[in-house]
């Protein structure tokens, strides 16, 4: 397809999802908020940073300042604050800057992507669900959602185009914006080798790009070996946050047994039970799904990796799902398996409006600072 055509379904997509969340911004504060004394600031930039928002601006400012700061990676924040200089604002309008910046590329290269494997039907729907999914408010927040999308999806851009590596050093940006970054080292791998026939007599230099990958991780370790003395902090520093090291299969048990019995509060009773809902969903769609509806092991492969990831880090406080459903939402792969699935146009578009449905109400709570998954 051609590359205009492409780039004004992105720009149409863009608007839509600004439009989307500006309004329900907008709306919340109107009726929640009465008398707030600069509302064009609230809708713009205040509904969109809060909670870990917070701890990105203030590395931004300050750099790594404590040891629990060292769970959030440095791309982000580094990138804030270059903006920031570069456009003599504050680190807060060019957090969303930058959010946007990389949300309207993610959205262009995603439909690039599942063209090129695919084709446009797929693409396009893969977008809707990626607007409307129940947390995709946060693809326009002072969050890594865009930026790790960006990044993931380029790397498979790249690696599907054959352009080894261009996949490694776009790898090497995401693994410097999470520590899931390090998982496109799978398909690279299963990409890499399918190129070449499986014949270690066809390799060539090209081979090391896959190294770039986990570099990323290494060039943060090596800063925190400097700053605290040790390389592997981020990992450390997670009982800080209240997260232990556990099983998937241990996480899914007593998980949803916390999620059932556990919550008291009307909010934690929806949230709670909505995030292990998503997880369930998501690992129905990765299994039963693929089975229907076969994508390539390259995608399978790390959408399932990077869907059970995060259960081996459940929060021990709060909830053993916890931010759950914001890791699903940069998945693409879950995004592409479920339109896959879902063909006929009607089951299709009542299921994005129910999704739309759930996220205007996340959002809205979001607004009202109830924290969100």
Same mark, same amino acid.
């Given at each position: 397809?051609?590359?205009?055509?492409?780039? @004004?379904?992105?720009?149409?997509?863009? @608007?839509?999802?600004?439009?989307?969340?500006?309004?329900?911004?907008?709306?919340?504060?109107?009726?929640?908020?009465?008398?707030?004394?600069?509302?064009?600031?609230?809708?713009?930039?205040?509904?969109?940073?809060?909670?870990?928002?917070?701890?990105?601006?203030?590395?931004?400012?300050?750099?790594?300042?404590?040891?629990?700061?060292?769970?959030?990676?440095?791309?982000? /924040?580094?990138?804030?604050?270059?903006?920031?200089?570069?456009?003599?604002?504050?680190?807060?309008?060019?957090?969303?800057?930058?959010?946007?910046?990389?949300?309207?590329?993610?959205?262009?290269?995603?439909?690039?992507?599942?063209?090129?494997?695919?084709?446009?039907?797929?693409?396009?729907?893969? =977008?809707?669900?990626?607007?409307?999914?129940?947390?995709?408010?946060?693809?326009?927040?002072?969050?890594?959602?865009?930026?790790?999308?960006?990044?993931?999806?380029?790397?498979?851009?790249?690696?599907?185009?054959?352009?080894?590596?261009?996949?490694?050093?776009?790898?090497?940006?995401?693994?410097?914006?999470?520590?899931?970054?390090?998982?496109?080292?799978? /398909?690279?791998?299963?990409?890499?080798?399918?190129?070449?026939?499986?014949?270690?007599?066809? $390799?060539?230099?090209? =081979?090391?790009?896959?190294?770039?990958?986990?570099?990323?991780?290494?060039?943060?370790?090596?800063?925190?070996?400097?700053?605290?003395?040790?390389?592997?902090?981020?990992?450390?520093?997670?009982?800080?946050?209240?997260?232990?090291?556990?099983?998937?299969?241990?996480?899914?048990?007593?998980?949803?047994?916390?999620?059932?019995?556990?919550?008291?509060? /009307?909010?934690?009773?929806?949230?709670?039970?909505?995030?292990?809902?998503?997880?369930?969903?998501?690992?129905?769609?990765?299994?039963?799904?693929?089975?229907?509806?076969?994508?390539?092991?390259?995608?399978?492969?790390?959408? =399932?990796?990077?869907?059970?990831?995060?259960?081996?880090?459940?929060?021990?406080?709060?909830?053993?799902?916890?931010?759950?459903?914001?890791?699903?939402?940069?998945? $693409?792969?879950?995004?592409?398996?479920?339109? @896959?699935?879902?063909? /006929?146009?009607?089951?299709?578009?009542? =299921?994005?409006?129910?999704?739309?449905?759930?996220?205007?109400?996340?959002?809205?709570?979001?607004?009202?600072?109830?924290?969100?998954?």
């Amino acid at each position: 397809m051609k590359t205009a055509k492409l780039l @004004l379904f992105s720009i149409l997509f863009f @608007l839509l999802h600004k439009f989307i969340v500006f309004s329900v911004a907008l709306w919340t504060y109107l009726k929640y908020f009465t008398g707030t004394p600069d509302l064009r600031y609230a809708v713009i930039i205040h509904a969109f940073e809060k909670w870990d928002s917070g701890w990105y601006i203030e590395i931004a400012r300050s750099g790594y300042y404590s040891l629990q700061s060292t769970a959030f990676f440095p791309l982000f /924040p580094i990138t804030v604050r270059n903006v920031a200089y570069l456009l003599h604002t504050s680190n807060e309008f060019a957090g969303l800057v930058v959010d946007n910046v990389f949300l309207f590329g993610s959205i262009y290269y995603l439909l690039r992507l599942v063209t090129y494997d695919f084709d446009f039907r797929t693409a396009f729907r893969t =977008v809707v669900f990626l607007i409307v999914f129940p947390v995709s408010f946060y693809l326009s927040c002072m969050y890594t959602e865009s930026m790790f999308l960006f990044f993931t999806v380029t790397s498979f851009y790249a690696m599907r185009k054959r352009q080894f590596w261009a996949a490694g050093i776009l790898g090497l940006f995401a693994s410097l914006t999470r520590n899931s970054g390090i998982l496109l080292l799978i /398909p690279w791998a299963i990409e890499y080798l399918r190129y070449k026939e499986f014949k270690l007599s066809k $390799f060539r230099w090209d =081979v090391l790009s896959g190294l770039l990958i986990p570099l990323g991780l290494g060039i943060y370790m090596l800063k925190l070996k400097s700053r605290f003395g040790d390389p592997l902090s981020f990992a450390h520093v997670q009982a800080m946050w209240s997260r232990e090291f556990h099983l998937p299969w241990d996480t899914l048990y007593y998980g949803t047994i916390n999620a059932i019995y556990s919550p008291v509060s /009307p909010w934690a009773k929806i949230l709670h039970r909505f995030e292990p809902l998503t997880v369930y969903l998501s690992l129905l769609v990765m299994t039963v799904g693929q089975l229907a509806r076969r994508m390539p092991l390259s995608y399978w492969l790390y959408g =399932v990796v990077a869907l059970l990831l995060p259960l081996t880090q459940p929060n021990m406080e709060n909830a053993w799902f916890m931010s759950t459903p914001r890791f699903e939402l940069v998945l $693409f792969p879950l995004l592409i398996l479920t339109v @896959l699935w879902i063909r /006929p146009r009607v089951l299709f578009y009542s =299921v994005m409006f129910v999704s739309l449905l759930c996220s205007l109400y996340m959002q809205m709570k979001w607004t009202r600072g109830f924290f969100v998954s």
